[in-house]
């Protein structure tokens, strides 16, 4: 393979979900970069691919990431990957890139599934524009402020969230954005109990409270408010129009 950089996206449950480029890309890199070694071992062996491997996350990023282009530089080919989904997509990555860039290294994208595009296409919610938020932060108060900040946009905001936070999540979306604000809460996509719970927040709220517990991985999206009172109509350049 051409000495470059590959980002390879991998399942993000469903081991069938990762194209034919991505485990041809894997199986003929000279080494692939990931998270966890562990995790990606599964796949590796799920797909018959012996590619060496080596640890590439958020506590070695640095070294790692000189080592990395070092190697590039000398002919090598290395695909980075994560546990799941897109690498660099609120996983490591960013430093590895950016040095691969200033380095003249070329970067090669091998697109597959992301959750956040995933919840998003099959959320009901609006898609013409969204805002891709990362993890929420864990404090209330912070939470708070963030959702304050994003409250009035009309984008739909995507969000990562752990399952033992979600109803707090929500309880701070209903009183920042109020009971009726619309939101989807995805969970386990891809996976044997992948759900999707649509409705508005409050409803959504008490269905999940009614729960024993939460599980899984959430990816939590919240729709656009009530409409914002009708623009006035723009002005035509040169002036007002004149009857
Ligand atoms: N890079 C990944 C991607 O492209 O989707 C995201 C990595 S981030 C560390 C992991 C978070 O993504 C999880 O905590 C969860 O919020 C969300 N997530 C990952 N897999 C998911 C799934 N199958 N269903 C719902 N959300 C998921």
Known sequence: MDPSLYLVATPIGNLEDITYRAV??????????????RQTRKLLEHYNIGTPMVSYHEHNEKERSADLVARILAGQSIALV?????PLISDPGFRLVSRAIAAG??????PGPSAALSALA???LAVDAFRFGGFLP???????????????????LIYYE????LCETLADIVAVMGPARPVTVAR???????????????????????????????????????ASPEKPIPIPCGGPLRP
Not at 31 to 36: F, N, P, Q, V, Y
Not at 211 to 221: F, H, P
């Open 138 to 156: 864990p404090k209330s108060g912070q939470r708070r402020r963030e959702l304050e900040r994003w409250s009035a946009s009309t984008d739909t």
């Open 188 to 226: 386990e996509i891809t996976k044997r109990h992948e759900e999707f719970l649509r409705g508005a927040c409050a409803e959504v709220l008490a269905d999940l409270s009614a729960r024993d517990a939460v599980k899984g991985e959430i990816t939590l999206l919240i729709g656009r408010g009530p």
């Open 122 to 124: 099959a959320s009901g």
């Open 162 to 165: 752990a399952p033992h936070r």
């Open 82 to 86: 994560s546990d799941a989904g897109t």
């Open 24 to 37: 041809r890309t894997l199986g003929e890199v000279t080494l692939i970069a990931c998270e966890d070694t």
């Open 105 to 110: 290294v070329p970067v090669i994208p091998i």
